[in-house]
């Protein structure tokens, strides 16, 4: 069966933007996104949040055409365009780019979607992940934890009634400084 697999990229202060939706902080350079090419070229599908899946359909789709983008950020555009996406949103009625949209999340359809043959997949957008946290769909967490403490913005975990328990699968150090923190759930 896939694995639903959270990748978010956070402060050493927990949050996953800063005001005003700022990730500016990020330190994505060339290892870290030849790195984030390899582990999502694999995966099955990408599942967004609508906010996630607009900010990535704002720019990725033409990315590989931009002189100004290097060959990674061109290889990201490709996975990112050919990749089956699920944007769940109450307001999109219609989305592009080999993308469908879901209305709500409903536990059974998304195990019914984990059952299906191919890679993971991937789970993009902190309120998403809430819900998915909430219904225990998660398999694994991977946390960019970027050296840098942003003093404020939006936490990537909303307060929670229950405790989850996860268990370290794997560490990773890039050379700018982010380390992958990997977590079974």
Request: glycine share 8%; no cysteine; net charge negative.
């Amino acid at each position: 069966m896939r694995k639903i697999i959270l990748a978010m990229q956070v402060s050493l202060d927990g949050f996953f933007e800063g005001p005003d939706r700022d990730i500016s902080w990020h330190m994505v350079d060339d290892e870290l996104h030849r790195h984030f090419n390899g582990q999502f070229a694999t995966m099955g599908a990408f599942l967004d949040g609508r906010v996630t899946y607009e900010l990535m359909e704002g720019f990725w789709p033409t990315a590989d055409q931009d002189p100004a983008s290097s060959a990674t950020m061109a290889e990201f555009a490709r996975i990112w365009r050919d990749m089956p996406k699920y944007v769940y949103s109450r307001t999109l009625t219609t989305a592009g780019w080999n993308t469908t949209v879901v209305r709500d999340v409903v536990a059974e359809e998304v195990l019914a979607l984990k059952s299906q043959p191919g890679g993971d997949l991937a789970l993009g957008g902190a309120d998403l992940a809430d819900t998915f946290r909430r219904l225990g769909l998660i398999d694994e967490y991977w946390l960019y934890v970027h050296p840098v403490l942003i003093g404020r913005g939006r936490s990537l975990f909303k307060a929670a009634d229950s405790r989850a328990q996860l268990r370290l699968l794997e560490t990773h150090a890039f050379g700018n400084g982010v380390a992958l923190l990997r977590y079974a759930a």
